[in-house]
């Protein structure tokens, strides 16, 4: 049905104005007292597919990656669909509009999506308040929330500690775990943040804006991950995963938008990516050991990609362009088959996959 619906109409539409539409369909299903509820039993997660990451309670491995819901409008729309956690973002320091349209477009023979965006985003002091009002409420404190925080684009690079420590200031205490995007090709400079000279004060002081925030506030300590690019030589992943234990982080987010490509400007995702994306993951395992988190991401279109991503070691998967191509139906069919396997588990292999 989704199908036939995305041919005749979806696809004929600008994709931005596409998503637009179908963000603010889930956004009103989710206001109605009565709908949400049933909805949100149709395609709940199975109850074996729960896992304990974080020391917080996730209802499935699988969860909606950053660039959907940029500003947190929709964290409890998106969880109703089946999602086990959302990641908003990607945030920044200050508001910014973005790159000019068009911005988004599909590649409909690879069923991907390539975009360059710009990390358009009402900026961190927004998106906080709005994340402190979704936690003030019993409901939206039940619910999994990362938070994927990047560079204003008009902050120089030699200043971006300062732009992500004080969206991490802001959003640390709202967030079940942060994510430092120095990965996106879609603020100039950017991917030149992946090198360890830039990234370790990036982190130092993420991590210390992070920590001050929540102590204020009385609450744990954040967990705080990098997420990396497909596009990293295999040299440069193993220099971020030996910063990233040396500094303490919680784990790695692998992987973003890859620039392998000739179709103009802007990152691929989708399906060409996935299988650098599961190469990053395996060896980001084989580096970081068998404790820290990582998030495997791209390329995650059936149940069978996201088992790969596990497979080769982890912790947590996310989709995304999968949303746009499948349907709505989409999250619920990679958390149950995700929790089959799971069930399938002896308890002892459950406990040493979480």
């Known amino acids: 049905m989704y199908r036939l619906l995305f041919?005749?109409?979806?696809?004929r539409m600008d994709p931005e104005r596409a998503h637009v539409?179908?963000?603010a369909l889930?956004?009103?299903?989710?206001?109605?007292p009565l709908l949400r509820p049933l909805v949100a039993?149709?395609?709940?997660?199975?109850?074996?597919g729960e896992v304990q990451v974080f020391g917080?309670?996730?209802p499935s491995r699988f969860g909606l990656a950053a660039g959907f819901d940029k500003d947190a409008v929709g964290v409890a729309g998106l969880t109703m669909l089946g999602f086990g956690f959302v990641e908003v973002g990607t945030v920044t320091a200050k508001a910014q509009p973005g790159n000019e349209q068009p911005r988004l477009w599909r590649v409909l023979d690879q069923r991907a999506l390539r975009n360059r965006m710009g990390f358009n985003n009402e900026g961190s002091a927004d998106v906080a308040a709005r994340l402190r009002r979704l936690r003030a409420t019993p409901a939206g404190r039940r619910l999994v929330v990362g938070v994927?925080?990047?560079k204003t684009k008009v902050t120089p690079a030699e200043h971006a500690s300062v732009d992500y420590a004080t969206s991490a200031g802001r959003l640390a205490p709202y967030a079940d775990y942060l994510v430092v995007n120095v990965s996106s090709p879609n603020t100039p400079g950017l991917r030149d943040l992946q090198s360890v000279e830039a990234l370790r004060p990036i982190l130092e002081a993420t991590r210390v804006a992070a920590d001050e925030a929540t102590v204020k506030a009385g609450k744990p300590a954040v967990p705080l991950l990098v997420k990396i690019a497909p596009d990293l030589s295999d040299e440069d992943v193993d220099a971020v995963a030996e910063l990233a234990a040396e500094l303490g982080l919680e784990g790695v987010v692998a992987v973003n938008t890859t620039i392998a490509h000739e179709l103009g400007p802007g990152g691929l995702s989708g399906p060409p990516v996935l299988a650098r994306g599961l190469d990053v993951v395996a060896r980001l395992r084989s580096r970081l050991g068998p404790d820290a988190v990582i998030i495997g991401v791209g390329g995650i279109t059936t149940p069978a990609d996201a088992r790969e991503y596990v497979a080769v070691g982890a912790t947590l998967v996310q989709g995304y362009t999968g949303l746009i191509y499948e349907g709505p139906f989409w999250p619920a069919r990679i958390t149950r088959a995700l929790g089959a396997d799971q069930a399938r588990r002896s308890p002892t292999q459950r406990k040493a996959a979480v």
């Open 41 to 48: 039993r149709v395609f709940a997660p199975p109850a074996q």
């Open 7 to 11: 041919d005749l109409v979806l696809r």
């Open 21 to 23: 539409v179908a963000f």
């Open 26 to 32: 889930i956004r009103g299903v989710a206001r109605v």
């Open 56 to 58: 917080r309670r996730f």
């Open 148 to 150: 994927n925080i990047g």
